[in-house]
């Protein structure tokens, strides 16, 4: 028989197999080869303070970004793109609010005050991102009768956006993502590209989410159950 000793030497070898993982993970130093791109989600002015769908605390996400930008030679950017009196805007169903959630014929949707509309200022690239070297900028929710959060399909599901097959073009593997929001940009582009078969990084501090009903649990809880890995930008290494 065991004696108290023993188990809790054996209960403390088995608390530091749990841990190690995660803390070997947290100290590894991840180098973003050519292979690797970076998903620069929906930075754009209506999502920033003073915005009409301002994220909280969604300008803190730009210099993480920019820094962590520099590691990458392959950097994707995305714009929302909508129509005026888009299908997802509370102001075009009548005694509607924002942020409640209605039935399309595509699925479920939540109404959201007017944003992003095409060739306003509320839709423009925040004027503090400094990513020169991006290579494409993904404009999507520019079809009127649907919404589109990920830079990959569209809500329904089955538009597609034309990414994946730009990303397979030029062979890349992985992808990271980090933006606005973590609860619904950020979250469905990142499940969406690992159906397209990508493994996956979100950034953590360089995503902010706006998190109505639960939101923000449950989309870290359908990305963790998809495969994908939520780190941080020092997991990142940035520079020579």
């Known amino acids: 028989m065991l004696d108290r000793r023993q188990v809790l030497a054996m209960l403390g070898t ?3 197999a749990t841990l190690a993982p995660t803390a070997l993970f947290a100290a590894a130093s991840i180098k973003p080869d050519d292979a690797s791109a970076l998903l620069v989600i929906d930075v754009q ?7 009409s769908l301002a994220v909280k605390e969604g300008e803190q996400v730009v210099p ?19 129509t005026q009196g888009h299908v ?22 939540v109404l959201w005050p007017d944003h992003c509309v095409q060739g306003t200022d509320g839709a ?13 900028i993904i404009r999507k929710g520019f079809h009127k009768d649907v919404d589109s959060y990920s830079a990959f399909l569209e809500a329904d599901g089955k538009t ?22 973590t609860d619904f940009c950020v979250a469905w582009t990142a499940l969406d590209a690992r159906k397209a078969g ?15 009903q ?12 998809a495969g994908v890995k939520r780190i941080q930008s020092a997991d990142i290494a940035v520079g020579a």
């Not at 990508?198 to 109505?212: N, P």
């Not at 639960?214 to 159950?225: I, N, Q, R, T």
């Open 124 to 136: 423009a690239l925040s004027k503090d991102l400094a990513i020169p070297h991006a290579e494409l």
């Open 88 to 109: 997802s805007f509370a102001s075009v169903h009548s005694g509607r609010k924002p942020f409640e959630t209605i039935d399309l014929p595509y699925g479920k949707q």
């Open 160 to 181: 597609s956006t034309g990414l994946a097959g730009y990303l397979k073009g030029r062979k890349i593997k992985r992808v990271f993502v980090a933006g606005l929001a």
């Open 214 to 225: 639960g939101s923000l649990a449950k989309a870290w809880a359908d990305m963790a159950k």
């Open 45 to 51: 002015n209506c999502f920033l303070p003073g915005g």
């Open 198 to 212: 990508f493994e996956v990084y979100v950034v953590e501090d360089a995503c902010r989410g706006i998190d109505t």
């Open 14 to 16: 088995t608390a530091l």
């Open 64 to 82: 993480v970004i920019n820094r962590i930008a520099k590691a990458f030679s392959n950097v994707v950017m995305t714009q929302d793109w909508h």
